[in-house]
């Protein structure tokens, strides 16, 4: 088979495992009539809140700032991103932001992700390896009986993806070689960064994350381990 001697799949979260962009701008649209931003578009909303996402890691991984939890980066963005909308984010009470900033915690699973990580567990540990927090990835699991193993990521190895860390660290963790570790993702790079430090790959695309217009991560772009088209795919490919 594909991933023969694999021991553990570890799974990228935003994305591959949940659809971010359909939730958070699902509990925004709310908040943005509620503070006078009602002609705003939702997932416009969203995609500038994710935005900054990747810039705020940054500071983290090039040593410039020390590890923060994803929590608290996604809360110094929310107040960033707002006057965007015509928002003062000191208008807004901080109970209102924080419950908010909670709706990455509630993201809703693509639907074949529980019942394919249900037929993948019977065979492999699986965890998340995700840039979110311990408390973000228990809240989403516990709310959507995503049925991990262990909640794995950046805050475990205090290393966000795609540092070699994040990586090397989680096998470490898990008492494992890399290779005995594949990681699942709708993102070509997370895997490439991957498979750098040894680990197997399997590519799931999620052609809508970013909308009915997304142009990234589509396809496969190198010859990954294994290929599927969702997670139920998946399991059958592992013959499971």
Known sequence: MALDGVR?????????????RSGVAREAEPFLKRHGAGSAIPTAFADAWRSRYSPAMEEVRSGRRPFTRLDVLH???????????????????????????????????????????TRLKARYIIAPLSNGNIALMLNMAKRSRIPWD??????????????????LRTADVLAMKPVEICLVAAHNGDLAAARLCGLRTAFVPRPTEHGLAQTTDSHPDQAWDLVASDFIDLAERLQL
């Open 75 to 117: 809360r110094e963005n929310l107040e960033a991103v707002l006057p965007e909308f015509g928002i003062d984010p000191a208008s807004v009470p901080a109970s209102e932001l924080d419950e908010l900033n909670r709706a990455w915690h509630r993201l809703e699973p693509w639907p074949d992700a529980v019942a394919g990580l």
């Open 150 to 167: 262990a909640i794995l990521g950046a805050e475990v190895v205090r290393a966000y993806k795609p540092m070699p860390e994040a990586y």
């Open 8 to 20: 553990a799949l570890v799974f990228d979260v935003f994305g591959t495992v949940v659809d971010w």
